[in-house]
């Protein structure tokens, strides 16, 4: 996925360096103001930029030479083009949305003399329940790391040499392209250690005990707190709160909130934090919680293959991270969690995000019942 991800942000660069130079210097512009004025996370001002140099192409192919002549006509051909060519409901609603918050901002920069996207329909994207485990399988999946002695194959390891990932905005349909292409985790026990005791060995050995303590703790983290998956992996030593057990967690827009834990994750950041975690950490490391075996910030295309992995190992379909937070928040309101309580654990700022899982709980009662009740 990554691989996809790196020929995707060279394309885009290669539309960007072809643009004229207004509107290339738009698009920076543009940029600039997701990232500093918005607050947008890294991936969001990745895909609106991706968004805009594909839209200025467009309207670049049509005549238009610098940003004030662009108009409506333009943006919905544009879609259309991009609906043809089989874009998903979905990314055709993020398109327009990108548009539309494109539009404004020339706007009111006095770059446009109208905002010309403001009346632009966006399509309905279709909303499908998402993917949701069992409380055994859940259980299965977050202890499977120290179950078994040995950890799934992946690629060549990689992570951040320092602390410097991005937020990413959604789902694993989402990938964050500011990661390696060929990250890991696992795999071949070079590092730290090796180069400390001289025993290669020796050294494979105690790496990959402390990888595993690793991924303990990045699953109980997904499961347990129901948090992204980048938020995981932003996670600092100083955010966890052992005494009140809760844990803080930057999310979309660099929003903070605190989200509690229970006992089996912290047995498992006790055993990480005093056996695992010293393996792997480098000066580079600072105060990053979750560590890749080059000793940098685990990173959160590595954690998706962890989670991939383990639930392949385990007999479960090959799942990612977003997996494990629909089910934690399926299982709370299936305990009988207030649906607000939920939406402020999984940093919904909308309540209609978190009332997906009231339909999966309905759905999951309902075959339940076909199942068991004489009469249905």
Known sequence: MGGTEDRNTRGTRAVHAALPEPLRDAVDEFARHLASVRNRSAHTVRAYVADLVSLLD??????????????????????????????????????????????????????????????????????????????????????????NSTSPTHPTPDDHPVDDHPVDDHADSHRTADVHPTADGHGTAGGPVAAETGDGAGADEVVAEAVRLRDRVLLELLYGTGVRVSEACGIDVADIDHGRRVVRVRGKGGRERVVPYGSPAQRALDEWLRRGRPVLVVPGSRDALLLGVRGGRLNPTTARQIVGAYAQATGLPRIGPHALRHSAATHLLEGGADLRAVQELLGHSSLASTQVYTHVSVDRLRAAYRQAHPRA
């Open 58 to 147: 467009h309207a670049h192919r049509m005549g238009c030479a610098e940003v004030a002549e662009l108009s409506l006509d333009t943006v919905r051909s544009w879609l259309a083009k991009q609906r043809t060519m089989g874009a998903a409901r979905a990314s055709l609603a993020r398109r327009a949305a990108a548009a539309r918050t494109f539009s404004a901002w020339a706007h009111r920069g006095g770059l446009l003399p109208t905002d010309v996207a403001a009346t632009l329909a966006s399509p309905r994207p279709q909303r499908t329940l998402p993917t949701v485990l069992r409380t055994d399988q859940a259980a299965l999946l977050v202890e499977a790391p120290t179950r």
